[in-house]
């Protein structure tokens, strides 16, 4: 059975263009027009009437919701979200839970009562037998977090990897004494990229310090602290990998207060790539997650599931880059 995307092929045009064509004929032009039909005509494509008639009782917005405002990880990804709702004559609404239950729920039930046409989740706070019901239900994609075991579109980077390779970094400079400084564990990408970390130090035959591993909750303000006890202690870590940019920033904050050195004393480095990473001093060696992209792909994503499509379920990877710069300089055994 041939798929919008088949027609958009043959036409020689995007699948969002397909569907104004299906949609709003008088938006596009007739030569398109033209072009879409006789492909439609040549594949006998039928629509899929379910989508059809959710189009048509359509509210033009879509949710996104958000665990934190102040993080300009979301912000990232938001600006990839609303570029790509645009080409499909979506508005964007965002929701804020402030890390809070409750507020997600709420946000679901607005879902549920059609006030929203689809939802794009960039943090992960349901409980499992309410994933089981929307996921079968509704178009929701999830970008960043994931969750095991649910069936629910996913784009986000490979953390465990770009875990590994941050910590391999360190290793290669000559370091063996390390710390881990990362997000609450209960999240996936945490996790992730604690266990990368984790795979590291095992393979270069390096004892894991549990005392050198903390848990924050990626804030400028959790990065000081949480480095600020670890330095406190007798025997501490010379290089410390960040599970945000915005924990390293608050971490060199600390050292400086310790009167230590980045990077001639402690290496630090960092997760995300905002804007100031390139730019602080010493410039934050980084792994750079494709922010705009994930936000982008998420909104394709959802917009094929709100038109009847039906996308993989396995997880979307998006390549992520490791931007080596000054702040893990170069360490001697």
Known sequence: MAKMSDVAELAGVSTATVSRVLRSPDAVKEETQKKVYEAIK??????????????????????????????????????????????????VLLGNTNGDKRKTDGYIEQLKQKQVDGLILLSVQLDELVWEEIAERYPVVIASDYVEGIRVPTISIDNTACGRKVTNHFINLGHTKIGFIGGNIQASVSRDRLNGFKQALT???????????????????????????????????????????????????????????????????????????????????????????????????????????????????????????????????
Not at 60 to 86: K, Q
Not at 285 to 310: I, S
Request: charged share 20%; proline share 5%; aromatic share 8%.
């Open 203 to 333: 393979e270069a035959g390096i004892s894991l310090q549990k005392q050198w591993v903390e848990e924050g909750d990626y804030s400028i303000e959790s990065g000081y602290s949480l480095c600020l006890n670890m330095m406190e202690r007798p025997n501490h870590p010379t290089a410390i990998f960040c599970g945000s940019d915005e924990m390293a920033i608050g971490a060199i904050h600390a050292l400086r207060e310790k009167g230590m050195r980045v990077p001639e004393d402690v290496a630090v480095a960092g997760f995300d790539d905002i804007k100031f990473s390139a730019v602080m001093n010493p410039s934050l060696t980084t792994m750079a997650q494709p922010l705009h992209e994930m936000g982008r792909k998420a909104m394709e994503v959802l917009y094929q599931l709100m038109d009847g499509q039906t996308p993989s379920d396995q997880p979307i990877y998006i390549e992520s880059e490791f931007k080596i710069r000054e702040s893990c300089g170069f360490h001697q055994r």
């Open 42 to 91: 040549q594949l006998d494509y039928q629509p899929n009437m379910l989508a059809r008639k959710f189009r048509t009782s359509r509210t033009g917005t879509l949710l996104v919701v958000v665990p934190d405002l102040n993080n300009l990880v979301f912000s990232g990804m938001m600006a990839g979200i609303d570029a790509e709702a645009a080409k499909y004559g979506y508005q």
